[in-house]
């Protein structure tokens, strides 16, 4: 198994609902990934986890909530969004921290309405 | 810091002919350079990467790239265009400020291939 699966790939949420983003990998890579892209945009790193431990936080707004229970599954729990957090929320993994060997997932095309 | 730079937003190419895109990074130390495709509504997809080794890199669908340390690029190229290379294209350099792999992308140069 070569891929990093995400779903769901498409979400519609209400400004009052909670919802949760799902990524997978079987890869035995040790880190992974939230990036987030809006259109035409280069995507934005939001989470690093490195061994399941949280090691980057690039200053995310705390209605998005990471979490990775096992080192195959990385979650991203979504509360309170805005409209403007409406982007494609794209899931990776590496082997370990170098960043050789990436491989993203599909993506998660998220709307806030 | 780490950064990367596309100069071109949009590269325009006949079907069959030679294709560029152009890339150019500014890292301290020894780069780790990447470029992916990605299609509309689509997560990325790896094209070819330089580490260390030969400044001639080859990737994936018949792509190259080139590494020049005295110019700090690492332009994309492909002998050919297919209309089915048409896409996003974004240069990515690994970020080794820190202890962490996470790429810095380019802001991305869309590809028209016309037949």
């Known amino acids: 198994d070569t891929e990093v699966t995400q779903t769901p790939k498409h979400l519609v949420m209400g400004m009052t609902n909670k919802k949760s983003l799902k990524c997978e990998q079987h890869m035995g890579h040790r880190a992974m990934y939230w990036y987030k892209q809006k259109a035409k945009k280069p995507p934005e790193l939001m989470f690093v986890?490195?061994?399941?431990?949280?090691?980057i936080n690039e200053s995310v707004p705390s209605r998005f909530s990471p979490e990775c229970p096992n080192s195959s599954l990385l979650n991203l729990h979504l509360h309170a969004l805005q409209p403007e957090d409406s982007a494609l929320y794209l899931c990776?993994?590496?082997?370990?921290?170098?960043?050789?060997?990436?491989?993203f997932g599909s993506g998660t095309r998220l709307t806030v309405v | 810091a780490q950064s990367v730079a596309q100069p071109e937003d949009q590269v325009n190419v006949a079907e069959g002919n030679p294709l560029t895109v152009k890339c150019t990074y500014s890292v301290s130390g020894n780069p780790y350079l990447f470029w992916y495709v990605q299609y509309p509504n689509r997560g990325l997809q790896f094209l070819l990467k330089y580490i260390t080794g030969d400044n001639l890199v080859k990737g994936s669908y018949g792509f190259e790239a080139e590494f020049n340390k005295s110019q700090t690029s690492f332009h994309l190229k492909k002998p050919s265009a297919l209309v089915s290379d048409s896409a996003l294209y974004f240069c990515?350099?690994?970020?080794?400020?820190?202890?962490?792999?996470?790429?810095?992308f380019g802001k991305g140069t869309k590809l028209s291939v016309k037949p």
């Open positions: 986890y490195s061994y399941e431990k949280l090691s």
């Open positions: 990776a993994s590496s082997p370990d921290s170098t960043g050789v060997g990436y491989t």
């Open positions: 990515a350099v690994r970020d080794i400020g820190g202890s962490q792999g996470n790429l810095i």
